[in-house]
């Protein structure tokens, strides 16, 4: 009996904790969301840019961001801007690394979304004298968004557990939190605790995405 | 009303129109038949600027849409463009809006129409198209004949005085295709000039004031027929 009150008493203890380090990853997580998913449409549309040059720097960006590991970029601008005198406080440095990563992932997925659009849905706007930026955004991005939205919602399922690799600069997020309880107390149950956290963030998540989806469902 | 002279398309290689003449004239209705890969829907695409040509003239309701081998200006063609209405043969709705929506969507952004003006207008087509009851429905709600209902309606908002149709018998069921000609011909009497293509010899002879055969990328033949009696 001892040992279940010892233990909700630890759990009990250990909330206020979490709580603060559940600040900590949200913020990095929204901060990522809201501006990483506006810059992948514009990133999307420039990689669509039928002006090659601008077309390739994105692709270049794409591959570069893609193509080396996120903790790698969060560690190269945290220390980066101090490496050139640049005073930039550390959350807004490991910010850009979140949005220019999931940007360029959020871009690839909006390009196949936007490419995946019948061309009788331009014609069809192109005859009725729609001008071209009305047909984007009034005819195609809407369409698109439909499309795009169980891919986006992986992306952004990902990025509740990618925020874990901030700890890596200091951060006290939940993983940092959970890694360094369980050092402490040598013990596994904040580790559970802070994953049942991660679960429990993800299923609220889940939960809105389909709620978006299924607001989508008025037309096939 | 629709002047083509000597008009030349080609993809790559392949030499689609083969100096094209043809003449559509007001409230005329004019019918293209002959076989696939004939020509036909290239040549209404380039009507419609979908396509664009070597060579030859298409000239609508008097301005120069293309001349020479030259094509007017950006602002010209917007210009010239709003002259032209198309039923594509997919119909080509915009899936996530409504009917009404999908009639207004070119009125308002276009002609710079109110809402209320355009939606006025709108339901005054429907009205004429027997389609008001499905106004506030979604395209996927729709029948074949309805969507081709709604999309002639989208063309026609805009008040063409040229209305191109790409095969408008193909997705009907053979018994609503008298529907269509009837609409297609209470919009003649009106004074619209409409260019037809269509591979059903019947509904060409139900509809047409003259039919014209096309094939290897030229018109062949001329028909007269005369208007059927029960119009």
Known sequence: MTALTDFINYIIAFIPQVLQALVITLQVFGGTLILSLPLGIVVAMCRLSKFKPLSALMNSYILIMRGTPLLLQIIFFYFGFGAIKIPIPRMPAVLLAFVLNYAAYFAEIFRAGISSIDKGQYEGAEVLGLSSKDTFFRIILPQAFKRVLPPVGNEIITLVKDTALVNIVGFNDLMKLGKGACNRDASLVPLIVIGVVYLVIVCVLTAIMNRVEKNYNYYQ | ?231
């Open chain 2, 1 to 231: 009303m629709l002047k083509i002279r000597n008009l030349y398309k080609s993809f790559g290689k392949v030499e689609v129109l083969k100096g094209v003449d043809l003449d559509v004239v007001e409230g005329e209705i004019l019918v293209i038949v002959g076989p696939s890969g004939g020509g036909k829907t290239t040549l209404l695409r380039s009507i419609n600027c979908l396509e664009r040509c070597e060579a030859g003239s298409i000239v609508i309701n008097g301005k120069e849409l293309f001349k020479d081998g030259h094509y007017a200006s950006k602002k010209e063609l917007t210009a010239i463009r709003k002259d032209i209405g198309l039923v594509f043969q997919g119909f080509n709705l915009f899936p996530h809006r409504t009917v009404l929506e999908n009639i207004i969507e070119a009125p308002t952004r276009v002609l710079g129409k109110t809402k209320k003006e355009a939606t006025e207008s709108a339901l005054e087509i429907l009205g004429f198209l027997g389609l008001t009851d499905k106004a506030n429905n979604y395209p996927f709600e729709l029948s074949g004949g309805q969507k081709q209902r709604a999309a002639i309606g989208r063309a026609l908002a805009m008040d063409p005085k040229l209305m191109c149709f790409d095969e408008p018998t193909s997705a009907l069921d053979p018994s609503l295709t008298d529907d269509v000609a009837n609409v297609i011909k209470s919009l003649s009497t009106q004074g619209m000039a409409m260019l037809i293509i269509t591979h059903d010899m019947d509904f060409a002879k139900k509809v047409a004031d003259r039919i014209v055969s096309m094939n290897n990328g030229i018109i062949l033949e001329q028909h007269i027929y005369e208007v059927a009696e029960n119009d």
